[in-house]
């Protein structure tokens, strides 16, 4: 990651450079905590944030843990009502965010420099953009990287199936029954539609306004901050402790979710490897042995190794995928990737239209879930985008939030699941046959060096896991904190050991779709916050003086 100036020195966001428009408040960051030493351990704790959240969060578990056999429906049944009823609402607040970054991108307002008329930026072009990738995706593109284009091209290939509540296929739109070249487009499509430009639009209105009221307007770096616009000085009371307490319980089981695939992942690939025991029980031991690698990271305070590790991951994974696109199809992958590119926008308004959807399974069963998970992270990836874009103006942040990440996915899902999608073509089916999260590994399978890219891959899917985990719990504890980002490490080490807990007891308490449901369920409730957010962002950006 480099730096134009000194890395190590990260500009006070209270001292903007150059002319901007501050909030004149009396609030100081850190008034509501209460620091204390419990058995020598010190913590600095907003009082109610960190209280109401962490014992939600401790009866959560052990309900959960203590009432296994009964959980699994009690999930279910609320993924299945989220889905089925607010798919419209989950789709309908995306297309609100795209619409709103490309109107700031072409408006006036693009012109605000975050940090002051006279900001420069931290970090290079280069290094920011590999940080905004890098905080974005993860495990995700591991998981569904192979999956889902396959999942999409096999049920579009398959055509609709009708039965007695209508239609019961997962085929996205009208499907493309027998049609190879239509499937495919439209299997890439739906899958472009997923990590594109829908999601990191939902990172990128928080993540402005987290950089807005904090750099320019003075405000703590918690999510409650972007609300005084509207809320004024009642933001510091229990509206805004509302609002942290929600940003806190949704990035944590945001989190969670994501540590559970990987888990899943991982545990399928040393399968299939190594043959080792596959299950809940090497999933629980995964999920216990990376968080404890994790919270020797947090206790050391190893940014430097967190930082180094995330820097071997993008190699790893750029190499992997340039060994893919060597050794695959190499000529599909390259023409594929603008043919996918076309695709999507060709199909984009039908697949972002809320309403009147015939394809309940793909709307419901992927999309809804997939925004409401974005959503979920949104105020961990949120806040990290924000720190490294000090000094960008808002069309360049934009540009850059929105635009270059999803190529990099575009590419990134051209490259593994048009691989896989050309194999089943020609032939092998066994990766379309695996369970989700063995696809990539039956798809490097027939590749050369099968068993070195497989077992880089379980490498990539365990410092993704723990790179997330370690930044994850600095993220809910600054929030947890009041908004204080030197809070003491006992307290970072409570988040990060509490997102592998969470993990676990999902995964006891009824697997994937336990994850699922938990992601949805903290997902709608900050889905309300964000729509309330882009009001505030924008009466915040238009007091702001602009640059030339």
Not at 461 to 478: A, E, N, R
Not at 482 to 497: E, M
Request: hydrophobic share 55%; net charge negative; proline share 4%.
């Amino acid at each position: 990651m480099s730096d134009k100036h000194n890395d190590s020195h990260e500009p006070d966001p209270m001292k903007p450079d150059g002319k901007v428009n501050p909030i004149d408040t009396d609030y100081k960051i850190g008034q509501d905590n209460i620091a204390f030493k419990l058995g020598g351990i010190g913590l600095d704790i907003h009082n109610r944030v960190f209280a109401i959240s962490g014992i939600g969060i401790i009866l959560f578990v052990f309900f959960t843990l203590l009432f296994q056999s009964s959980a699994e429906p009690v999930f279910s049944n609320i993924r299945n009502w989220l889905t089925a009823n607010l798919d419209w609402f989950f789709i309908s607040a995306a297309n609100i965010f795209v619409i709103l970054c490309l109107v700031l991108i072409f408006s006036p307002l693009g012109k605000v420099r975050l940090g002051g008329t006279e900001a420069e930026a931290n970090f290079s072009y280069f290094g920011w953009f590999s940080m905004l990738f890098a905080a974005g995706m993860g495990i995700g593109l591991m998981f569904y990287g192979v999956s889902e284009p396959l999942s999409h091209f096999t049920a579009a290939y398959g055509g609709t199936e009708m039965g007695d509540a209508g239609r019961v296929d997962w085929a996205p739109l009208g499907g493309a029954e027998g049609d190879v070249e239509a499937a495919r487009r439209l299997g890439m499509a739906a899958t472009i539609y997923h990590w594109a430009l829908h999601p990191w639009a939902i990172y990128a209105v928080l993540a402005l306004g987290l950089a807005l009221f904090s750099y320019n307007k003075g405000l703590p770096l918690t999510v409650r901050s972007i609300f005084y616009p509207l809320l004024g000085e009642r933001v510091w009371g229990w509206p805004g402790h509302v609002i942290d307490i929600l940003a806190v319980l949704a990035t944590l089981f945001g989190l969670a979710t994501s540590l559970g695939l990987g888990a899943s992942q991982a545990a399928a690939g040393l399968s299939y490897l190594f043959g080792t025991p596959e299950g809940i029980t090497m999933e629980v031991v995964l999920i216990v042995g990376i968080t404890i690698i994790a919270l020797v990271s947090v206790i050391a305070g190893l940014e430097a190794g967190v930082k180094r590790l995330s820097q071997i991951n993008m190699t790893l994974a750029a190499l992997l995928m340039l060994f893919v696109i060597i050794v695959g199809p190499t000529i599909g992958i390259l023409t594929g990737f603008f043919a996918n590119l076309g695709a999507y926008l060709q199909n984009l308004p039908a697949l972002a239209n809320p309403m009147g959807r015939e394809d309940a399974n793909f709307s419901q069963g992927w999309t809804a879930f997939y925004w409401a998970w974005w959503i979920s992270w949104s105020p961990f990836v949120g806040m990290f985008i924000a720190r490294v874009s000090r000094g960008r103006t808002v069309r360049e942040f934009l540009i850059a939030v929105l635009i270059i990440p999803s190529l990099a996915c575009v590419l990134w899902m051209t490259v593994f699941g048009g691989t896989a999608i050309t194999q089943f073509v020609g032939g092998f089916t066994d990766a379309a046959n695996s369970e989700l999260p063995v696809q990539l590994f039956s798809m490097l399978s027939i590749l050369p060096w099968a068993q070195v890219t497989s077992f880089i891959g379980i490498l990539l899917v365990i410092i993704f896991f723990v790179t997330s985990s370690d930044s994850g719990s600095l993220v809910i504890d600054t929030i947890a904190a009041g908004g204080k980002v030197n809070a003491p490490t006992a307290q970072r080490v409570f988040w990060c050991t509490f997102e592998g807990l969470v993990a676990i007891a999902l995964i006891l308490g009824g697997g994937l779709i336990a994850l699922q449901a938990m992601a949805v369920s903290a997902g709608f409730p900050f889905t309300i916050v964000l729509l309330a957010s882009c009001v505030a962002l924008v009466k915040g950006l238009l007091s702001e003086p602009r640059g030339v």
